[in-house]
């Protein structure tokens, strides 16, 4: 009698290991973390949306991390695929175009900002769409944290879309996720108070909280009040000494929640 107890003792905790190894958590959404057979099952059960979001690695400024757009597009499409529910999310595309390399234009001009050319970028988007195509993605999805390849990921899409176009596969450009931050992000900060050359257009007011809300450590806020300089010496246009983490939380949420509605409309019109 006690052999047999302890037989199915042991039977049951193999049942039970057995399916905690082949459980998938319903927040898990990055597609690094999946084995290709868990990929699989997860497409066969409907998470056939991909996001590709795209970053850059730039200056910005004396007082905030290299890596501020790639942080940032990370956490928000984690947020954004979680609303969204049956979406998985591509690794952060972090090489961007960012200007002429020799002689140095734009954010090249300071160190550590990487750029390449918008041939080769829009290349590794079209073959990351085309990879994804073939595993069996329905809805390919850019969201890009920096406006200066917005037009590359339409043109990309545009082309990948007329190619594709008996298929039932589809890639959105949603270029509101960037145009956000420019329009309805800068009317909460004025509203509250804060002026357009705050706010600024590069590492200002909202630039710089955005970053605060994600990830702290991507701010050096004891640089805060020496940062509004000017901007062709310091890379800082703007002025984000009222930066906030409160503030950039304000942001995130309209960015999240209005992009999740402009994929969605954009899954409906395929």
């Keep these: 009698m006690l052999v047999r107890l302890r037989t199915l003792c042991l039977f049951i905790c193999c049942l039970a290991a057995t399916a905690a190894l082949g459980a998938q958590p319903a927040n898990r959404v990055w597609l690094d973390d999946y084995t290709w057979t868990e990929l699989a099952t997860a497409l066969n059960a409907g998470k056939t949306t991909i996001i590709v979001p795209i970053g850059g690695t730039e200056q910005s400024g004396p007082h905030m991390a290299l890596g501020k757009h790639n942080v940032r597009v990370k956490v928000l499409a984690e947020r954004i695929?979680?609303?969204?529910?049956?979406?998985?999310?591509?690794?952060?595309?972090?090489?961007?175009?960012?200007?002429?390399?020799?002689?140095?234009?734009?954010?090249?001009?300071?160190?550590?900002?990487?750029?390449?050319?918008?041939?080769?970028?829009?290349?590794?988007?079209?073959?990351?769409?085309?990879?994804?195509?073939?595993?069996?993605?329905?809805?390919?999805?850019?969201?890009?944290?920096?406006?200066?390849y917005q037009k590359s990921e339409q043109?990309?899409?545009?082309?990948?879309?007329?190619?594709?176009?008996?298929?039932?596969?589809?890639?959105?450009?949603?270029?509101?996720?960037?145009?956000?931050?420019?329009?309805?992000?800068?009317?909460?900060?004025?509203?509250?108070?804060?002026?357009?050359?705050?706010?600024?257009?590069?590492?200002?007011?909202?630039?710089?909280?955005?970053?605060?809300?994600?990830?702290?450590?991507?701010?050096?806020?004891?640089?805060?009040?020496?940062?509004?300089?000017?901007?062709?010496?310091s890379g800082v246009y703007g002025d984000p000494r009222r930066s906030s983490a409160e503030l950039g939380g304000l942001g995130i949420d309209v960015i999240v929640a209005e992009t999740v509605n402009e994929i969605r409309n954009a899954v409906k019109r395929r």
């Design 155 to 233: 043109a990309v899409a545009a082309r990948l879309n007329r190619e594709w176009a008996a298929s039932p596969t589809r890639v959105h450009a949603i270029v509101a996720f960037y145009e956000i931050t420019q329009s309805r992000y800068r009317e909460l900060l004025q509203r509250r108070g804060f002026t357009d050359e705050e706010i600024g257009t590069h590492a200002g007011a909202a630039d710089t909280s955005l970053a605060l809300a994600v990830d702290p450590s991507l701010v050096r806020e004891d640089r805060l009040q020496t940062a509004a300089a000017d901007g062709q010496k």
């Design 81 to 148: 695929a979680l609303a969204l529910g049956n979406a998985l999310v591509a690794p952060v595309v972090a090489y961007v175009p960012e200007g002429s390399i020799d002689p140095p234009t734009a954010h090249m001009r300071f160190p550590g900002t990487i750029s390449v050319p918008e041939r080769a970028f829009e290349a590794v988007l079209e073959s990351a769409a085309r990879s994804f195509k073939r595993h069996g993605f329905r809805d390919i999805v850019f969201i890009g944290d920096h406006g200066g």
